[in-house]
């Protein structure tokens, strides 16, 4: 008897701590994941937070770049502002406007010589401009248009030795184009090549009267005889005639506008249609 009571002894004692270990170990294990792990994970945290605060991590750099983003905002404020006071300072020491008769030939002037005397060939501060009847006669039907024309003018003042001879336009018009449209309408004076004035700016040459007759060839020889224009003396298209189909037509009986070289009178540009088979002689202008 005392054998079956010490045995179902130690059977209960067994039992009682295999369950007391089991208990033991499962409680405990229990209580790590759910609260003293999340306990561990959570001083991770707090502790990387904090690392983090000190911008001593990858973490903490990437606060350090947010406030470095500030500082390159303000960077960017400042140049702007830079940039406004440079433009300022640019537009308060910027080039003066052009100012006739300080010696300077700015932009717009083609000369400045300090004075308000013409005849020295500077006027307003604008050089003369020259003006000639071509030395050759054409038939007005064979002048390959207006191109044409201008291209005679420029080979006989680039022969003739005159500056700027590139430059040189007819005095003429066809049907689409006016004279006054294609030349320039200077302040200062037109001058034959001798020197003598024709008139003292676009307006005058313009107003019907000239105070010398375009009758001066570019070698500063005399030419008589009529000039091809198609041309009003103000500048404008004389309508009414073919301008010889403009000037590059087939039928050497058309007709075109001439004027008359030795008058200074509005007949100077416009005086009579003849057929473009007759040879005339083209007013040559410096443009």
């Not at 010589?113 to 060939?121: A, C």
């Not at 019907?208 to 041309?231: F, H, P, R, Y």
């Not at 473009?276 to 083209?282: A, I, T, V």
């Amino acid at each position: 008897m005392f054998l079956g009571f010490t045995r179902a002894c130690l059977i209960a004692v067994s039992l009682a701590v295999v369950a007391a270990c089991h208990g033991g170990e499962i409680g405990p294990t229990s209580t790590n994941d759910g609260s003293t792990g999340s306990t561990g994970d959570a001083d991770t945290s707090t502790s990387t937070g904090s690392t983090t605060g000190s911008g001593t991590t990858s973490d903490g750099s990437s606060t350090g770049d947010a406030s470095s983003t500030g500082d390159v905002g303000a960077s960017a404020d400042t140049s702007s502002d830079s940039s406004g006071d440079a433009s300022d300072a640019s537009s308060s020491t910027g080039l003066a406007p052009p100012v006739c008769g300080d010696g300077v030939v700015d932009p717009g002037e083609t000369c400045d010589d300090m004075n308000e005397n013409p005849d020295d060939g500077c006027k307003l501060c604008t050089a003369d401009r020259r003006v000639f009847a071509s030395s050759v006669e054409y038939q007005g039907f064979a002048l390959d248009g207006l191109y044409g024309a201008d291209q005679r003018c420029k080979m006989l003042a680039g022969l003739a030795g005159l500056p700027n001879y590139f430059s040189y336009r007819a005095w003429l018009s066809d049907s689409k184009t006016a004279a006054a449209d294609r030349l320039v309408h200077s302040k200062g004076r037109y001058i034959l090549v001798n020197g003598l004035v024709v008139a003292a700016d676009w307006d005058a040459l313009t107003s019907g009267v000239l105070e010398n007759a375009i009758d001066v060839t570019e070698s500063s020889e005399v030419a008589g005889g009529l000039a091809w224009t198609g041309t009003l003396p103000n500048g404008q298209a004389a309508f009414g005639s073919s301008f010889c189909e403009d000037w590059d037509g087939e039928d050497p009986f058309e007709q075109g506008g001439s004027g008359v070289c030795d008058q200074t009178d509005a007949s100077w540009s416009f005086f009579e249609q003849l057929a473009c088979l007759g040879e005339l002689s083209l007013y040559c202008f410096e443009n």
